[in-house]
């Protein structure tokens, strides 16, 4: 008895089948690229210095801002690291066995480190737009 499901013809299909890295990582990895690209596209902009197109009043307030770069880089190159190494993390997590949990554990720290940024610099546009 293998202690798999009677519908699973063999221990060794049964095995290949839990090793599989869940397609979750692609997802994360996809997610990675679209921030990537929207960090791209402002960081762009500030080196540019031109306007970003914006749905919302305030946006390039906000990049104009004295909160808008750290020693003098636009924290968006920042989040143009943060993304990237979500997403090559999350492929790797994809591609690696499931016992190999580094790319795993990469992404859950950046993540956790880029959500407390997100919220702080969420908390600062909110504070310039209310000042305008």
Not at 27 to 47: E, K
């Amino acid at each position: 008895m293998s202690g798999y499901p009677e519908s699973q013809t063999s221990e060794s299909e049964g095995v290949a089948n839990l090793a599989r890295p869940s397609k979750l990582w692609l997802f994360i990895a996809l997610l990675g690229l679209v921030g990537l690209g929207v960090t791209t596209y402002l960081t762009s902009n500030a080196l540019s210095h031109t306007e970003v197109g914006c749905s919302l009043s305030g946006c390039n307030t906000v990049l104009a801002s004295k909160w808008s770069k750290i020693f003098g880089i636009p924290v968006s190159v920042f989040g143009m690291a943060t993304y990237a190494i979500i997403m090559l993390s999350a492929l790797h997590a994809y591609q690696s066995p499931v016992d190999d949990l580094r790319g795993r554990r990469i992404v859950a720290g950046i993540a956790g480190i880029g959500v407390l940024a997100s919220i702080y610099l969420t908390s600062v546009e909110l504070l310039i737009r209310s000042e305008e």
